[in-house]
């Protein structure tokens, strides 16, 4: 019998035995608590540009698809799609209603005046400028999340977060964090500051990359966007706005760090940086990093979804995910969790030259619902006013109006948006958080509008009136302003994709409905860590990655509950499509 060279034996016996060794360390992996939890945040990445872009996905994302555990029908269930109420539900477990996070921005009820999302005017800014949205910190979030019942157990324990946005990176890091940190094009990477720091420390774990950001800034400030990837060439086209070509091509005629490609590129550097200085998962205790990466969402709002600047914008953001989860697999016992904040979808005016029925609001509506309140009541001001969250009835210095006037308007506002073609469902806050949470074990699809509007009702907060308007309409613009947006109650804006992966550890695909508050106490779970505040989400069965069995309280094995009825003040979609599309004149 002839035997083999010993070359070629060595390397047979290498093959065999390192399927072998991956399983014996996903085993030992799956023995004791994740040494590193990652979570990446993707802004405005529905499930439809995933599914879209998942056979082009050559680096990061098909490194997540092939070995991870892929939840491609994940949903944000509530019923404002926006970038910070999105953020809250991921680590906290809990819907906007809970978090107190119901918009980005709201109209304070007694001072009439805007309000950020995470405004926090005690603290002061590491960079010494005001911020694009003043000053912050995460006091609006009103529950604990998942970094803060690590730290509770684990004070040693060590949490960053980084981002393009602020409300990507606080709403990731929690009440207590070592750093949450987003980049201010020109600085690098800026934080909050509150009473009693210095702006030295709190830049002190992102000094050396700042100074060696601000180099690569003064000799290029952006770089280049051009056509990188072939497959994206094809995707120039023109179409219009308010009369005016529009041209989809590359390079763009003007842009900057923060609305190109390089914006997410730089993010992903500063999260390698943090994860190597950091030490991150090499210390013997549990550390979690989270990533929000916003590009996605300021291309999709400049640009839309459908033309060359979006294609390159997620190919180039894949492959700078990659090489960062190159650096991830490297740390023994990490587990990485990616969804995104909302969804999206394409500017109006494409969608329509494609055939969809979609347009923007009807910019007479409030004037003309104004006016027959306005007639009703006799008011010498327009009462209905815009609170951000919702329709605020107030007067003409935006405060509210006292209860007793407002309440009659309310009711008979309510009753004209109803009679609206474009709009699918109005109701009274008040009315709203009467109403029961629905049930945990709904599927988030099933949920009625009035349902998903509950979900992100948060008293005193922009809002009398939540509304909903016909799916695929979005707000009037400018040109060289936002072409698309999202925010919407309907799928393409609540479904975004949830993947679960562990270096070498399976690959499946799971495709029923979970929900992005389902996430915490999944990572709770495995992380053996009892959450500190009141759950809404369902523990997912993690246990391919040596989790036990989830608690019965949140457990996601729950008997099927029946659909719910759709109310009558609630129209089924086909029913506001058909109105919509014979309003927009199809």
């Known amino acids: 019998m002839s035997r083999l060279p010993a070359p070629l034996a060595v390397s047979l016996a290498a093959a065999l035995l390192s399927p072998l060794a991956a399983q014996a360390q996903v085993a030992r992996d799956a023995a004791q608590p994740p ?6 945040v993707v802004d405005q990445f529905s499930a439809n540009l995933f599914n879209q872009y998942r056979s082009r996905f050559t680096g990061g994302m098909r490194t997540l698809i092939d070995g991870g555990l892929v939840y491609a029908n994940g949903y944000q269930a509530q019923g404002i ?76 324990s060590r949490v960053y977060s980084v981002s393009g946005k602020d409300r990507g990176a606080i709403n990731l890091a929690g009440h207590r964090p070592d750093g949450a940190y987003w980049i201010l094009e020109g600085f690098g990477l800026t934080t909050y500051v509150e009473p009693g720091q210095t702006a030295e420390d709190r830049l002190a774990p992102v000094a050396a990359f700042n100074a060696a950001y ?68 090499r210390r013997g205790v549990t550390d979690m990093l989270g990533v929000s990466l916003s590009g996605t969402d300021k291309i999709g709002h400049d640009y839309g979804t459908q033309g060359p600047e979006m294609c390159e914008q997620l190919l180039r953001m894949d492959e700078a995910l990659g090489a960062f989860l190159d650096k ?29 029925p979609a347009g923007r609001y009807d910019r007479e509506l409030l004037p003309r619902i104004n006016q027959r309140l306005q007639t009703e009541f006799g008011l010498m001001y327009a009462p209905l006013q815009n609170g951000l969250t919702g329709l605020i009835v107030a007067d003409a210095s935006h405060v509210l109006l006292p209860r007793s006037q407002r309440d009659p308007i309310i009711a008979r506002a309510v009753a004209l948006l109803n009679k609206e073609p474009t709009i699918s469902l109005a109701v009274a806050t008040d009315d709203l958080l009467a109403d029961p949470m629905p049930g945990r074990d709904v599927e988030p699809e099933a949920l009625t509008v009035r349902e998903r509007l ?5 008293a005193d907060s922009g809002a009398d009136i939540m509304i909903a308007y016909g799916p695929y309409l979005t707000g009037h613009t400018r040109p060289g302003g936002a072409i698309a947006s999202h925010g919407s109650v309907w799928d393409y804006d609540r479904r975004v994709p949830i993947v679960f992966w562990r270096p070498q550890g399976p690959g499946q695909e799971r495709f029923w409905q979970i929900r992005t508050v389902d996430i915490a106490p999944s990572l709770a779970n495995l992380m053996g860590l009892k959450p500190a505040d ?37 129209p089924t979609r086909s029913d506001v499509l058909s109105r919509l599309a014979r309003s927009l004149g199809f």
């Open 328 to 356: 991830v697999a490297a740390v023994p016992g990490a587990i990485v969790v990616l969804t995104a904040d909302h969804g999206g979808s394409d500017s109006p005016e494409r969608m329509a030259e494609r055939g969809a």
């Open 214 to 281: 601000r180099t690569r800034y003064a000799a290029d400030p952006v770089g280049s966007w051009t056509y990188q990837h072939d497959i994206c060439r094809p995707l120039a086209a023109e179409s219009s706005l308010y009369g005016e070509v529009l041209h989809a091509d590359l390079p763009p005629e003007h842009y900057t760090l923060e609305d190109s490609p390089a914006l997410d590129e730089t993010t992903l550097l500063a999260a390698t940086d943090l994860l190597e200085r950091q030490q991150l998962g």
């Open 35 to 40: 040494a590193l939890v990652v979570t990446i």
């Open 454 to 458: 509950r979900l992100s009702t948060v």
């Open 534 to 570: 009141t759950i809404e989400g369902r523990c997912l069965d993690l246990r391919v990655y040596g989790a036990g069995d989830c608690p019965a309280e949140t457990s996601a094995e729950p008997a099927p509950a029946p659909v719910p009825e759709v109310a009558a003040a609630d």
């Open 81 to 156: 799609t926006k970038t910070c109420p999105g953020h809250s539900t991921v680590l906290s477990g809990a819907f906007p209603t809970t978090t107190g996070i119901p918009s980005n921005e709201w109209i304070d009820p007694v001072t009439g005046q805007e309000v950020y999302c995470l405004a926090a005017p005690q603290n002061t800014l590491a960079d010494g400028g005001e911020g694009e949205n003043g000053r912050v910190g995460p006091d609006k979030i009103r529950v604990t999340i998942l970094p803060d019942w690590l730290k509770a157990v684990s004070p040693q």
